[in-house]
């Protein structure tokens, strides 16, 4: 019955303040390990990475989704987050010695990462098909901007992880980029409304908690990847309110309408980023010439 009051009305404004109130609870809670106690991180990563493993197997059906969605966890809470969090734990000198093997996978990681979403699911809409240019653009623009620093992308000076290959502008870009395809059928949950806000806050704390000894946008890489991996697992593992859903509901547009909506956001993002595009081309030329 809640099933279809959700569907018929749209969503339950006391289910969204809740899910939206852990969010913020739980990934003001991991940066704060990310920064301060990152073996404490690195502990429960692997804990949650074995216990979701375990989960997986006792499961009675193993279907396509549920098969995508672990294999997803898995990918960001050990091999994304983890990776990041047991490389800052390292001692020092083995993080300089394991350096350009580590700026090898981040670079792999990422770029495999946004490729990958090229392939996303369009929904049907209009704003589904058109994401997929975004996010190959998206993807041309961001390796113009590694290949400025010869792919040398990562640093953990000060015991932080910073990626310094995605400019303010990019970043913007890629935030409305993901609002849109947040809005697909595919990826509609409530959990997911506040990525965009977290990623660019958690980006804002990170440079402040580190004094602001990079430019800001250094820290956007290490931010996505501590919210975009928290959010996964509290969509995978919601924390149920302690209390009935009762309403009030709020109603969903229709798909026709969040095309009419925000397909012109893409319109001028592609555009911004196809003048960046030729703008970093015509400066390459220009310096070998």
Known sequence: MNHKLHLEFGVDLSLLLWNQSIVILIVSFVCILAVYHKKLLLFIISTLSIFAGIH???QSKHDLV???GFTKMI???PFGLGAVIGYLSLPEPKQQKFLPWFNRYINFAVLANIFVMTFSPDGG???GF???FVCFFLLLWLLQEMAKVRFQTTDTKQNIFTFNSSPLSWIYCH????IVLLSLPTFVSSHYLLLEPMSILVMVSLYHLNKKQNQISYYFGFA???VVTTLTVLMRYPLLPPFHLKGPYLTNLSEKQWDMLLVP???IVIGFVLRTIYKNRYQSNDIHT
């Open 56 to 58: 997986f197997y006792l």
């Open 66 to 68: 549920s098969i995508m």
């Open 75 to 77: 990918l960001l809470l």
């Open 125 to 127: 809409t209009y704003r």
């Open 130 to 132: 058109i994401s997929r």
């Open 175 to 178: 935030a409305g980029y993901r």
């Open 224 to 226: 996505d990847t501590i």
């Open 265 to 267: 956001i893409q319109l």
